[in-house]
């Protein structure tokens, strides 16, 4: 048995057991309508209303139940696109220049439902432990000095947890079953057959993306219309404290922050981790260096291991090692977390480069002319270990540079809050400002990544960086949904009217889990910009393989059918924003209106009058449902059919273009919508904290300072949480869709699309 089989066996399993073992920690806390015995004798001393725990237990429920509903009747969509989906993808991958092969369409639509369906039950899995997770951290944060610190936080971190090693772990396993059971059909050490192989298996990665669309989009759409509803109706038109048990969209909002943050953000990484490994297996298959030692041909898959038992050696850190016992120590610990897992990381990964990876290795398609002759350019295998390391700091470092334009704790976000004293206008001037000036670093740090990565080792090197980013994806999931789970804790302890300490408690939480949640956006950004070239750099090498053994494939920008793609390809990702953000306004219109319709005609319910009805919270769940599962429709069919089509009637070069166009395009947008909502968001909370004076008079919540501070929170939420994140999915399902559908593209003559547009590629057919 190879050492790489059994690295990534070992790996696989033990995370899975490790998510197991962190879920049955979280049961331990057990939760009542009465409060567990260790709050029984705190009823007193806190002031704790017993009707508190009774309600709690009301909001868990009601929160589980509408997270539940949505998924299922998102997941029956989601079921009729992957079986509709999944036969064009057999009848056109099966028609290939050499004529129709349904061996290659079938795989491929087995890769692409596999694929589907690991994503969908990825997300399930972080919806069902953050939803179970949210009223324990809540219960948690009763408990006073730094043990109620120490409980919540680790609650929420763990929840995290379950989601992050759940879903590497299946993503790896998954995968490398469907290698195995595929080499029963095509040889791996054979170079045309295992080229075959990698082709069939790039459905897993489209199948993982579209998922992550309707996640993204569906769920960002679901959250943003309740959270903007809620915030409109409750804190600008009619005061009331945000998660206000008054309120009827405050449950909506509360299930929206499970659906989009969590099942859309663990579906999103997902496609990134399973496309960039097929992008890098596409890439290798180039290479008989590679692809006649099966440990070497799996390193890409060793990298994501070895990330596996990395991260779970250094979980502990945030938990156990380093528990939090005060405020100060939440951002502090989150940071130490990521930074000592990306450095324990590099260690491991040298060490599998060196005895996985052979000593040199070549690629045709990174190579050079000499008297007339293709030579390709010599590789490396510690160039290949610089490449994942590139991209592993590339990722931190980004995270890093977003946490400083989103956390309150610098200077960009107290400025943007500082703004508010003369209205909302110069807060958003000040937020989109901070949100552009936020793109420039991780850019720089991309595009350097992404040269250096490319000189050492062409896409591969580019591919193996994406994997480098996306090294300690267990890690940076844990971070990324303590923050919704937070949110969550925080909303249900102020509907249920706990004392204000425990919100403090939670509020200070969450404002981390804010920061968090920017830091994990960047992440799935840069990874996905990485992700998106080295499909890219896959689809350019499969259709290599359509020239003459002594040519090389080049794509040249000046062509006009590629220039021209490229400016559509850049138009694209407004598109695409303008149709999340229309969504977002349409229902969360429909919500205020539903909201105030309940405050008008249930009586005392806006009082607080003693004995008042209870606010329908069904209706605005409903609305929420029915808008997004309605509005992810014509965004995901913009996604879906542009490169098809452009594939189909322009041919190769076209498909080209608009690739290129939507990445360099859709990075930058998708950087700058994420940090300027999360930015606005908390700038509002730093003003709640009461850390804002004007002439030496603390702003606080109800005053104008904190009026305008919300209405940049409410622009910025389907910046932050819809259109931006979205924006990563656009980037990838492009780039993954043209590689699983260039054969057929190069079919029809020879490349050129049914226009027959001129091609200087010189493909044969």
């Not at 997270?67 to 989906?85: D, Q, R, S, T, V």
């Not at 590679?290 to 850190?317: K, N, Q, R, T, W």
């Not at 156990?320 to 610990?333: F, G, N």
């Amino acid at each position: 048995m190879a050492a790489a089989t059994v690295l990534i066996l070992v790996a696989a399993l033990v995370g899975l057991l490790f998510a197991a073992f962190l879920v049955y920690q979280l049961s331990r806390i057990v939760i009542s309508e009465s409060g567990s015995n260790e709050h029984q004798h705190l009823m007193g001393d806190m002031g704790i209303n017993p009707q508190s725990w009774k309600t709690m237990m009301t909001c868990y429920n009601a929160i589980r139940e509408g997270a539940n509903a949505f998924l299922f009747a998102e997941y029956m969509l989601c079921a009729l696109f992957i079986l509709a989906f999944g036969i064009l993808i057999l009848v056109l991958t099966a028609r290939t220049s050499a004529g129709w092969d349904f061996a290659i369409g079938g795989l491929s639509a087995v890769s692409f439902a596999i694929g589907g369906l690991t994503s969908l039950s990825s997300g399930f899995i972080g919806m069902t432990v953050a939803t179970y997770a949210n009223a324990r951290t809540t219960s948690m944060a009763v408990l006073p000095g730094p043990a109620g610190w120490t409980g919540s936080f680790n609650t929420a971190f763990r929840a995290g947890g379950v989601m992050g090693f759940a879903l590497c772990s299946l993503a790896l396993l998954i995968l490398f079953i469907l290698i195995n059971l595929y080499s029963l059909k095509y040889e791996v050490h054979n170079g045309e057959q295992v080229k075959h192989l990698v082709e069939c298996l790039a459905g897993y990665g489209l199948g993982g993306s579209s998922m992550a669309l309707f996640g993204r989009v569906g769920g960002g759409i679901y959250t943003k219309a309740a959270d903007v509803g809620a915030d409109l109706a409750g804190k600008v038109v009619e005061n009331i404290p945000e998660d206000d048990p008054r309120n009827p969209a405050t449950i909506a909002d509360n299930v929206g922050d499970n659906v989009g943050d969590v099942a859309g953000m663990g579906a999103d990484l997902f496609g990134s981790f399973a496309e960039a490994s097929c992008a890098a297996l596409v890439i290798s298959a180039e290479s008989a260096p590679l692809y006649e030692d099966f440990s070497a041909l799996m390193f890409p898959l060793s990298v994501s291991a070895c990330g596996i038992l990395v991260c779970l050696v250094c979980s502990f850190i945030a938990t156990d090692l380093m528990p939090v016992r005060e405020e100060a120590d939440v951002e502090k610990v989150l940071k130490v977390q990521l930074f000592s897992t990306s450095l324990l990381m590099s260690v491991a990964v040298l060490l599998i480069a060196i005895y996985t990876l052979p000593s040199t290795f070549s690629f045709h398609s990174y190579a050079r002319r000499e008297a007339g002759v293709l030579v390709p350019i010599e590789c490396h295998w510690w160039g290949a270990y610089v490449c994942v390391l590139l991209g592993l700091w590339s990722g931190c470092f980004i995270g890093f540079i977003t946490e400083y334009f989103t956390s309150h704790s610098y200077t960009p976000v107290r400025e943007v809050a500082q703004s508010c004293e003369t209205g909302a206008a110069t807060n958003i001037i000040y937020g989109l400002a901070l949100g552009m000036k936020s793109a420039i670093l991780p850019i720089v740090f991309i595009a350097v990544t992404v040269f250096l990565s490319f000189k050492l080792a062409g896409m591969y090197g580019v591919s193996l960086a994406a994997l480098g980013m996306l090294g300690t994806l267990a890690t940076c999931l844990s971070i990324d949904v303590y923050g919704p789970v937070c949110d969550n804790a925080g909303g249900i302890a102020e509907m249920s009217e706990f004392p204000p300490e425990v919100r403090e408690k939670t509020d200070a939480l969450d404002a981390a889990g804010n920061t968090t949640a920017a830091i994990g956006k960047g992440f799935a950004i840069g990874s996905a910009a990485l992700v998106s070239l080295a499909l890219f750099g896959g689809f350019v090498a499969r259709v290599g393989t359509h020239v003459e053994p002594n040519e090389q494939i080049t794509i040249n920008v000046l062509r006009p059918i590629t220039f021209a793609f490229l400016f559509l390809g850049a138009m694209l990702p407004y598109w695409f924003t303008a149709l999340c953000m229309k969504s977002v306004g349409t229902a969360a219109m429909a919500m205020v209106k539903e909201v105030k319709r309940q405050f008008d005609t249930i009586p005392g319910l806006l009082e607080g009058a003693p004995g008042h009805g209870a606010p329908d919270h069904a209706s605005c769940i409903k609305i929420s449902t029915d808008a997004s599962l309605k509005e992810m429709i014509l965004p995901g069919l913009l996604v879906m059919l542009a490169p098809i089509l452009t594939g189909t009637f322009f041919g190769v070069e076209g498909v080209c273009g608009l690739l290129v166009g939507s990445l360099t395009s859709g990075v930058q947008l998708a950087i700058s919508q994420a940090n300027t909502g999360g930015a606005w968001d908390n700038a509002k909370k730093y003003v709640e904290k009461g850390c804002v004076m004007v002439e030496g008079v603390v702003q606080p919540k109800g005053s104008a300072v904190h009026k305008a501070a919300v209405v940049g929170d409410t622009v910025g939420d389907p910046l932050k949480d819809t259109s931006g994140p979205a924006l990563n999915i656009l980037m990838k399902l492009m780039a993954i869709i043209s590689l699983v559908f260039a054969d057929y593209f190069v079919s029809i003559n020879c490349g050129k699309g049914v226009f027959n547009i001129e091609s200087t590629l010189g493909l044969s057919c």
